[in-house]
């Protein structure tokens, strides 16, 4: 196992595997499960690894060079989310007309620039004019693209300051986390609620708390702090605290401690399953070939399966949201056959040709 737990370019061993399963949730609950499986957690544990991994690399060039190239840094991301979405658009576009619907301008220009979150709160979370049959929102959907790169537009000019006081750091973190909860309790006090879901202002800790394991560790010369997270006991209580949020049905509940108690519980999670002393058997397994892959195309496979559920809706005279056994295994067997097809040409046609060019602004990961 990795014994790496310091910030740096390492690869972290289980870390695709999560990613993987955080889009196989999603995948899962969209695909006919949605009354069993928590779709919306698959989207909260993409968000705690995505800022859990990109807070790692900020930390590891700061150590490496003292400072941080904020240029390659964007332009990084650029290149690694843009050419696949502005596909996925187009897609959508051309798709849309084809089933009576329609995808304006402005439905476009809200998730190119990254602001579909509100832009779907002030339309009521609906992104174009919806094809005949069907309710799945193809490009709505990425409203979670929104609030990570709203996050990471402002995230590193906040790390401008920090990344050589990590210290300084964790508090200022934990702070922004502590007023987030706060500001949720507010919202849902003024009968808000529906908008917490999917707004940055609301969502933001789910990504800090990833960002506060990665720095926590940075300053964790004695792994001391690791060591407590990877107790048996302090394990245990996190998966109970995860399986209460998924229990839990209170409106009140969901709309505020919810996604707090989540992001602390990812906690001991993640540094069970990537890093040594914790739970080798489970990194084995997130590391074996199918898991890494499925992490790999997480982000096409996301992107792209929206597109393939409004052909099978509108094929079928079918909505993704009827039960899953009313729901005929042609459908399912389509909707999954295109999902795959799609996802696999847009990883690699579009987006890995992109990698290459990556490196050159510094990019230390694979994919």
């Known amino acids: 196992m990795s014994d790496s737990w310091k910030p740096s370019y390492a690869h972290v ?4 595997g999560l990613r993987g399963c955080a889009v196989l949730i999603v995948l899962a609950a969209h695909f006919g499960l949605h009354n069993i499986v928590p779709g919306g957690f698959g989207v909260t544990l993409f968000f705690f690894i995505s800022g859990f991994l990109i807070t790692r690399l900020l930390l590891a060039e700061s150590a490496r060079d003292g400072r941080l190239a904020l240029g390659s840094f964007y332009m990084r991301r650029l290149l690694r989310l843009y050419p696949a979405l502005v596909v996925s658009v187009l897609a959508a576009y051309l798709l849309y ?6 995808l304006s301008w402005e439905d476009m220009c809200a998730v190119l620039l990254y602001y579909a979150n509100y832009y779907g709160n002030t339309v009521g979370f609906m992104v174009g004019t919806m094809p005949e049959h069907g309710t799945f929102q193809t490009v709505g959907v990425l409203w979670s693209l929104a609030v990570e790169e709203q996050y990471y537009l402002l995230f590193p000019l906040l790390m401008l300051p920090l990344h050589s006081r990590p210290r ?3 508090r200022v973190f934990a702070g922004v986390a502590v007023a987030c909860l706060a500001w949720r309790f507010w919202l849902d006090l003024q009968g808000l609620g529906e908008r917490i879901y999917s707004s940055t202002d609301t969502r933001i800790d789910s990504i800090l708390y990833g960002a506060l394991l990665t720095t926590a560790l940075a300053v964790d010369h004695q792994r001391r702090f690791l060591n407590i ?4 006991d302090v394990l245990v209580l996190s998966l109970l605290v995860l399986l209460s949020t998924f229990l839990i049905r209170d409106d009140w509940f969901r709309n505020t401690l919810r996604y707090s108690l989540q992001g602390l519980s990812l906690m001991s999670v993640v540094a069970n399953v990537c890093f040594e002393g914790g739970l080798p058997w489970v990194q084995r397994l997130l590391d074996t ?3 890494a892959l499925i992490g790999a195309w997480s982000y096409s ?3 792209f399966h929206g597109h393939a559920i409004v052909i099978g809706e509108n094929l079928f005279k079918v909505r993704y949201t009827d039960p899953v056994q009313s729901l005929p295994a042609s459908y399912l067997a389509l909707i999954i056959a295109l999902t795959l097809v799609f996802s696999l040409a847009s990883y690699y046609l579009v987006e890995k040709p992109f990698f290459s060019l990556r490196r050159h602004f510094g990019s230390q990961v694979a994919a």
């Open 13 to 16: 061993h289980g870390l695709d």
């Open 97 to 102: 007309p084809e089933f009576g619907g329609r």
């Open 168 to 170: 300084l750091a964790l």
């Open 229 to 232: 997270l990877q107790r048996k």
């Open 289 to 291: 070939r199918p898991f």
């Open 301 to 303: 496979l996301y992107i």
